[in-house]
């Protein structure tokens, strides 16, 4: 059985980590964004029917939205885990019987 420090260190851990994601999910939707503009207000003056250059857009373009769908799928699934959690100072399952006065 885990410990309080060690409970509370994993928490702390466990709430940096969910910081960063957020952080990472934020950065990757105003990539997202600032492509999505970029696209928007440059048209391909290519002559070809599909260029190298359209190529990479459209694979950059579908690799950020994987990945923010990735990471937000991710940060559901964790937050759904930490709901699920028991709290540590709790008694439920242990025998305790509160004693009423």
Same mark, same amino acid.
């Given at each position: 059985?885990?410990?309080?420090?060690?409970?509370?260190?994993?928490?702390?851990?466990? #709430? @940096?980590? &969910?910081?960063? =994601?957020? $952080?990472?999910?934020? %950065?990757?939707?105003?990539?997202?964004? *600032?492509? +999505?503009?970029?696209?928007?207000?440059?048209?391909?003056?290519?002559?070809?029917?599909?260029?190298?250059?359209?190529?990479?857009? #459209? @694979?950059? &373009?579908?690799? =950020?939205? $994987?990945?923010?769908? %990735?990471?937000?799928?991710?940060?559901? *699934?964790? +937050?759904?885990?930490?709901?699920?959690?028991?709290?540590?100072?709790?008694?439920?399952?242990?025998?305790?019987?509160?004693?009423?006065?």
């Amino acid at each position: 059985m885990l410990s309080n420090n060690r409970l509370k260190e994993l928490n702390s851990w466990l #709430e @940096k980590r &969910v910081k960063s =994601l957020e $952080d990472e999910i934020e %950065k990757s939707k105003n990539d997202f964004k *600032n492509m +999505e503009t970029h696209f928007k207000s440059s048209s391909c003056k290519c002559d070809t029917l599909i260029c190298k250059n359209c190529e990479n857009r #459209e @694979k950059k &373009v579908h690799y =950020l939205v $994987d990945t923010v769908d %990735k990471l937000s799928k991710g940060k559901s *699934n964790f +937050e759904n885990v930490l709901a699920s959690q028991s709290c540590v100072f709790g008694k439920t399952g242990l025998g305790f019987n509160p004693q009423n006065k």
